[in-house]
């Protein structure tokens, strides 16, 4: 694990923002705002209903279940990591809603609740983090009633820009070794982050029994001007706590006098100059 990202409270907060800008970070928290609002409209909340965040991390859909229904739900905060519940405790504290709320400390691969007990759940950039999908759909459709709702949105990072397609091959030393080496360690199949498409999560849940399975995917692109400190942190800020950093899978191939070269040259390459990236996004409804 990282240095600088100890647990995951500490990453949802600080460490993935670590190569933005102020001006970034803003426009990266409207984006999650928008996109917690999406996934509560698909969930087509209503008073009286049971409804859990799974892997709620930092609470961000549980909260705006809290704000649109208050106390009139049972909601329960989930996740794997003690960490998260404890912040999730912690902002629910400085409110006035406490009643109907509960916290679990549950994998989403064995969620301790019983058969038919949800109304509603809801994950946000979860599955991205569990290398075995199948499983987990398997137990949200097990805890959700008969018509119940999973909704969900989460990142395709296995089709987001990469590093070769912003540069030059004459902008950098070995260019087509290092894209060899993103091109395989983007498309590893042991890889939680990488290993599924819109279309893969699609077949797993009709595969353990939902129905009106809706994947819709949109594309987010983005142009900013790269800054030579943030181009650093894009290659030593891991994307979770568990997770390798970029430099780190670069160095199973290379080593890391050569990467740290690389990551100087795409530092010359990019610094400075406005840069344009993609990135695939799915929101996620499907009924049992």
């Keep these: 694990m990282s240095d600088i990202c100890k647990n995951w409270s500490t990453w949802l907060k600080k460490t993935r923002f670590s190569y933005m800008d102020e001006n970034q970070v803003q426009q990266t928290l409207n984006w999650l705002i928008s996109i917690r609002n999406q996934v509560l409209d698909l969930a087509d909340l209503k008073e009286g ?34 960490d998260c519940l404890d912040e999730c405790q912690k902002i629910l504290k400085e409110t006035n809603i406490e009643n109907n709320v509960s916290f679990l400390q549950s994998d989403v691969s064995l969620i301790k609740l019983e058969k038919d007990y949800l109304d509603r759940a809801m994950t946000r950039s979860v599955l991205v983090h569990v290398k075995e999908k199948l499983p987990v759909f398997a137990e949200f459709y097990r805890v959700l009633k008969p018509q119940g709702i999973y909704c969900a949105f989460e990142p395709i990072i296995s089709e987001n820009t990469r590093y070769y397609e912003l540069l030059l091959p004459n902008e950098v030393s070995d260019y087509f070794e290092f894209k060899k080496a993103e091109k395989e360690f983007m498309e590893n199949p042991d890889d939680p ?3 599924f498409s819109a279309k893969s999560l699609e077949e797993n849940m009709k595969e353990v029994g939902f129905s009106d399975v809706n994947v819709n995917v949109n594309v987010v692109t983005s142009k900013y001007v790269a800054q030579k400190d943030g181009i650093i942190n894009w290659f030593i800020a891991p994307p979770a706590p568990d997770q390798k950093t970029m430099k780190e899978r670069f160095l199973e191939y290379f080593e890391e006098k050569k990467v740290d070269n690389f990551i100087l040259e ?11 990236v993609s990135a695939k996004t799915a929101l996620i409804k499907s009924i049992k």
């Design 49 to 82: 209903q049971k409804i859990a965040d799974f892997g709620c991390g930092s609470g961000l859909l549980g909260f705006g279940v809290l704000e649109r229904l208050q106390d009139k739900v049972e909601l329960i905060f989930s996740d794997k990591f003690q």
């Design 193 to 195: 982050l990488v290993n």
């Design 266 to 276: 795409v530092q010359q390459a990019l610094g400075g100059k406005e840069i344009r």
